[in-house]
T-cell receptor, first 111, second 114 residues
Framework: DAKTTQPNSMESNEEEPVHLPCNHS???????IHWYRQLPSQGPEYVIH???SNVNNRMASLAIAEDRKSSTLILHRATLRDAAVYYC????????????FGDGTTLTVKP | DTEVTQTPKHLVMGMTNKKSLKCEQH?????MYWYKQKAKKPPELMFV???????INESVPSRFSPECPNSSLLNLHLHALQPEDSALYLC?????????????FGPGTRLTVL
């Protein structure tokens, strides 16, 4: 199974942009890249996903490298409510729902 | 209704007990999942059901027995668990099992095995 690698922790100031990196050098052509976040005592929450092109939604943007071996989740203006563990996940389009979670990045947002 | 509910929120059981975890969704999703999450670790996939049939079992010990009685309901039956099975058990659902299908997670059941 393809694996993702993320920094253990990152810090940001409130209202500044945050770039969360993820390496997935063994990604296969059929893997989608998903990002989820998990607040304390809650289940993971979907943030965004993509295959090859960059993606934007109301929560964040996802920038995918041209060779797909890395991606970056961009929070445009961090708020205190964005403090969470962010997981970069590969979801296989051919393997019946299997998702491989990275170890996650703990984001701290300072006021 | 875009919610996955899980009951109970907390469960304490002895190693000889039999208990069940319950998960429910009313979003019309046809795929449902069980994950296990230890403290400060990412969720680990245990089982996937697609159209009420088990499609993935990640070599989970037989003391964990999943059941999908209908498309809205997923159970996890527990028997003769070990203390190392103590963890947060998360249920999730999705429209399908394709790579682009986002998963909706419940809040989890915190299980303690004494």
């Amino acid at each position: 199974d393809a694996k993702t690698t993320q920094p253990n922790s990152m810090e940001s100031n409130e209202e500044e942009p945050v770039h969360l990196p993820c390496n997935h050098s063994t990604i296969s052509g059929t893997d989608y890249i998903h990002w989820y976040r998990q607040l304390p005592s809650q289940g993971p929450e979907y943030v965004i996903h993509g295959l090859t092109s960059n993606v934007n939604n109301r929560m964040a943007s996802l920038a995918i490298a041209e060779d797909r071996k890395s991606s970056t989740l961009i929070l445009h203006r961090a708020t205190l409510r964005d403090a969470a563990v962010y997981y970069c996940i590969l979801r296989d389009n051919t393997n019946a729902g299997k998702s491989t979670f990275g170890d996650g990045t703990t984001l701290t947002v300072k006021p | 209704d875009t919610e996955v509910t899980q009951t109970p929120k907390h469960l304490v059981m002895g190693m000889t007990n039999k208990k069940s975890l319950k998960c429910e969704q009313h979003m019309g999703h046809r795929a449902m999942y069980w994950y296990k999450q230890k403290a400060k670790k990412p969720p680990e996939l245990m089982f996937v059901y697609s159209y009420e049939k088990l499609s993935i079992n990640e070599s989970v010990p037989s003391r964990f027995s999943p059941e999908c009685p209908n498309s809205s309901l997923l159970n996890l039956h527990l028997h003769a668990l070990q203390p190392e099975d103590s963890a947060l058990y998360l249920c999730a659902s999705s429209t399908g099992t394709r790579g682009y299908n986002e998963q909706f997670f419940g809040p989890g059941t915190r299980l303690t095995v004494l």
